[in-house]
């Protein structure tokens, strides 16, 4: 199911090798311009807005803004945006909508008008660039009849490569009902990764009253919390024993996931018959595969030593809140044997996203 378990034995013992100081030091230190093999690295957590969309929103009232200002040039303008990669050798964005992403607020006609320019706008995008764009389709996703049938609209058409999902809609986890059964099975059966990310409106997630405020609590905590409780649905709902060649992306490092998995181990240990599993919780760890954005080179290790170099992707949540400037620079710092970062940097994606 991964790497070799010498390998992983020998990330988790690298673990206690960084020295405070010099992790300390290399945490405040981007290495710029690190260079990648293959031309550069994958980045499976990269925003985007087309033109066309952005009108959309806005003549419908909704108009998007980065950071509370006006939107993110880079967002749409792909010129731009190939400049900032290049400066930064990355290679390839896999793009998919922000959390601002219109299903939380959208009437369904208006949902599939928006994921249909998406889609279309990303499938030219490709067209244009096909080495450096690929797409993670945007669904009418209240609607699971409605996001089958977009999905069965470009399945195979180039450039098309995942599926970008909210975590929850309303503070519900929408995608353990069963009428979206067919289409997680459409989504095994085409191969394309479920790539999720929290939607930013406050009925969504862990914001209101206790994460609301200027500190920015309902992100920085809020979208962590998001993740964990996607990623351990999809245990304990048995969905991921029901679709076992599905792969899922976990942005933002798996939110808290990865650090609270023996604790639910644990819980699972106490109560067998309650919490019963068909496998450990660190066998259905492996199942998912995690961005780079732990922002601490110990996090990064951490995630190295529990899941393998062969899970953790790329990522930047460009260009948002919460965005990396130097998407390589925190794989660099670890130091890691050649063939690990290479994995990181581009291998793992290439066999994600079938490169």
Known sequence: MGEPQAAVARTRRDFLKISGA??????????????????????????????????????????PRTRGKPIEPKLYDLNLRMQWMDARNVQTHVLTLSGSMPWGWAKPDEAVRLAQMVNDAGMEAHAAHPQRFLIGAALPIRDAAASLTELNRIAGKPGIRAVGLPNSLDGKDYLFAPEYAPLLAR??????????????YSPNHYSEPRLEGPNLLYNTLGFPFETATTAAKFIFSGTLDRFPKLDIVLPHSGGCFPYIAGRIQHSIDKDATENKLKHPVRDYIRRFHYDSMAYYPETLRFMISLLGTDRIVIGTDSFATMDIDQPNALVEQLNLPAAERDRIFSGNAKRLFRI
């Open 22 to 63: 010099t992790a300390a030091l290399s945490a405040l230190t981007p290495v710029a311009n690190a260079q990648t093999p293959g031309g550069g690295s994958i980045d499976a957590h990269a925003h985007w807005a087309p033109e066309a969309y952005i009108k959309a929103v806005t003549a419908l009232g909704q108009a």
């Open 187 to 200: 989504c095994e059966e085409l191969g394309l990764p479920l790539v999720f990310h929290p939607v930013d």
